[in-house]
Structure formats: C-alpha cells, structure tokens
C-alpha cells in the first residue's frame, strides 16, 4: 500500500515560513488530488488547502488565503505547501492526504472524506 509522508514542519517564530512537503512511494501524485489538512491541539481536523488532478485548480481555506501556496514538483513527485506569515494559530499537526479513487470534483471543496490515503503528519509550531 502506497505511503504518504509528510516532512518540512518545525519551530518558526510569527511573521515566519516554511515549506511542507508530501512524497508518496508507489503513487504518482501528479495523477490524484492531494490536500492539505491540520489539526491543532483540542481541535477538529480542517482542511488547508487541496490541488485538483483534474485541471491542478486549488482550494485555500479563508484563513490561509494570500498567505500559503500549494503546488506540485512533477520531476520529484511531490507537493509543496509554502507557508508564508505564519501566525501562532496556524500552530497544529500538518497532514498530506491523497485522493486515488479521484472523487474529487471542481470546483474543489477540500473535503476530508474524498481522501483515502493519509500521512502521518508534521508539526508546525509557530511561536516566539
């Protein structure tokens, strides 16, 4: 069964950036959607952002809007999330999520149930 593996997270003050990155063995992802979700301390699981395969649209959640990129590195099968301005509430466990029954539609709505397979997440913690 294909893994999913997520790396990049880490301490960063506010106002900071990083980059997460999500590889899998055996899938290439270029050929399913892949999203983006995290999961802070007491919290429900939200998604952050999500790339269709269809057409490489893509879904931000309105508090990252303007502020994290998501985008893909064909040549090394991965997906990139640039996060940029990092406030203390984006501090949370960063989970790469992959679509390979390609459900998802577009518009995408980045909705948690449309993803089947599931890294094992990478803290961010934002804080000075």
């Known amino acids: 069964q294909a893994q999913v593996v997520e790396s990049g997270g880490g301490l960063v003050q506010p106002g900071g950036s990083l980059t997460l990155s999500c590889s899998a063995s055996t899938l290439t992802l270029n050929s399913y959607s892949v999203g983006w979700f995290r999961q802070a301390p007491g919290k429900e699981r939200e998604a952050v952002s999500c790339i269709s395969w269809r057409d490489s649209s893509t879904y931000y959640a309105d508090s990252v809007k303007g502020r994290f990129a998501v985008s893909r590195d064909n040549a090394k099968n991965t997906v990139h999330l640039q996060l940029n301005s990092l406030r203390p509430e984006d501090t949370a466990v960063y989970y790469c999520?992959?679509?390979?029954?390609?459900?998802?539609?577009?518009?995408?709505?980045?909705?948690?149930?449309?993803?089947?397979?599931w890294g094992q997440g990478t803290q961010v913690i934002v804080s000075s």
């Open positions: 999520a992959v679509d390979t029954w390609r459900v998802t539609t577009v518009p995408l709505m980045c909705r948690r149930g449309e993803y089947d397979r």
